[in-house]
């Protein structure tokens, strides 16, 4: 019987242990996610210097995520296609690309509920647009 007791306790001991690590891995994770959120700025990318193509760009802020294709012909954003968005409650976030192609331009409004997806999927697409620029 004292074997069994031994037995759960460490037992118990172990879980408490590893309920521990998780809770400090995801308060760590947390601290990072907000860091990365405050510190996203959204820059103006001169379409006049993309070449056509499609570009590929991403965006990880841990908990939110977003991958992007971006289709520029003559200069214009024709076609941004959401390829991936990990999100808690983003998801209305997900018109972002269509007022992107409307506007022609990565400076438009945020979606109330779903700032912080927005951010991260409107970095995403900056990040794309970046790879067609000339740097000349």
């Known amino acids: 019987m004292g074997n069994v007791k031994k037995l759960v306790a460490a037992a118990v001991l172990i879980v408490i242990l590893c309920g521990g690590a998780y809770a400090v ?25 993309v070449k056509d193509g499609n570009y590929t760009g991403d965006f990880n802020a841990i908990f939110i995520t977003a ?29 972002i690309p269509e007022k992107v192609v409307k506007a022609q331009s ?14 991260v999927i409107l970095k995403a697409i900056e990040n794309a647009l970046e790879k067609g620029e000339n740097k000349a």
């Open 67 to 95: 991958e992007v294709n971006v289709k520029v012909k003559n200069h214009e954003i024709v076609d941004v296609k959401l390829v991936k968005h990990k999100n808690e409650r983003g998801k209305r976030a997900e018109i």
């Open 106 to 119: 990565l400076q438009i409004d945020t979606v109330s509920g779903a700032t912080n997806s927005s951010k």
């Open 25 to 49: 891995k995801y308060l760590s994770d947390v601290k990072k996610y907000k860091d990365i959120i405050k510190g996203i700025s959204i820059n103006k990318v001169d379409l006049t210097k």
